[in-house]
């Protein structure tokens, strides 16, 4: 069951999404050449539990971090540890923080100090997509309206969207229903209406669409070894467009 949200409970979503946004930004200027992934860790839940926040990735079914720290062939939910990033990596961010009982979740992709043009490329198309999928997210429109958005536009630049992660709607919980794929055909699944908050997140790689599940239990990577990037955003549906409560976080 999808549930709607009021305008004051949205509200109350946005300041979580606010501290999200403002932490990821934060980090992506922190981000260069030697640095750890566990620092980018330290650093987020630093910053969230600063603002009186709690960070909601932090032993969610046992993930042992605040930030899902995913390089390069890594999809989402990669673990911060020793691992060093380096020039021309490409590093996924992904938090989420709970704040007096609502939540907020959102993701970027950043680039580590000079990328190569493919990796731009690739980041640069899944933010797109991101976009083009929120420019469904309106009132009167079906769900799938959205994925097929984010598909069409990646398949047209010549990579692939992830399959076997979903985006998904998001309030007094992390996740709640609908689950958003980011491929299928228009005008299928749930009627969109005003107040109901949905994470929208295309995971788009740049070879092939599978993945698989390290040893970790955790971290989803590439089976093909190529690239993959990850934008979010959490965002309101409205009649004319949607809301973008994490705004801040990429733009
Ligand atoms: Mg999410």
């Given at each position: 069951m999808i549930i709607l949200k009021s305008p004051e409970e949205i509200g109350k979503i946005r300041a979580a999404d606010r501290i999200v946004a403002k932490t990821l930004i934060a980090l992506k200027e922190m981000?260069?050449?030697?640095?750890?992934?566990l620092e980018l860790d330290r650093a987020a839940e630093e910053m969230v539990r600063a603002e009186g926040?709690?960070?909601?990735?932090?032993?969610?079914?046992?993930?042992?971090?605040?930030l899902c720290v995913s390089v390069n062939s890594e999809v989402v939910h990669g673990i911060p540890g020793k691992k060093k990033l380096k020039e021309g990596d490409i590093v996924s961010l992904d938090l989420g923080a709970d704040l007096d009982g609502y939540f907020g979740d959102a993701a970027i992709t950043v680039g580590v100090g000079e990328i190569s043009s493919h990796a731009q490329r690739l980041m640069d198309v899944t933010r797109e997509s991101l976009y083009k999928g929120i420019e469904q997210?309106?009132?009167?429109?079906?769900?799938s309206d959205i994925s097929h958005a984010i598909q069409t536009h990646v398949e047209a630049a010549g990579f692939s969207v992830v399959t076997d992660f979903v985006g998904h709607g998001i309030g007094t919980q992390q996740h709640e229903d609908p689950q958003i794929p980011n491929y299928g055909p228009k005008g299928v699944g749930p009627l969109l209406k005003r107040g109901m908050v949905l994470a929208i997140e295309p995971m788009v790689n740049a070879g092939g669409h599978q993945v698989k599940v390290l040893d970790d239990g955790w971290t989803v990577v590439t089976r093909d070894g190529g690239l993959s990037a990850h934008f979010e955003h959490s965002i309101a549906v409205m009649p004319e467009k949607a809301d973008i409560l994490s705004e801040y976080a990429e733009r």
């Open positions: 981000v260069k050449p030697g640095m750890t992934t926040a709690r960070p909601t990735f932090k032993g969610y079914r046992g993930f042992p971090a605040a997210a309106k009132e009167g429109n079906r769900l």
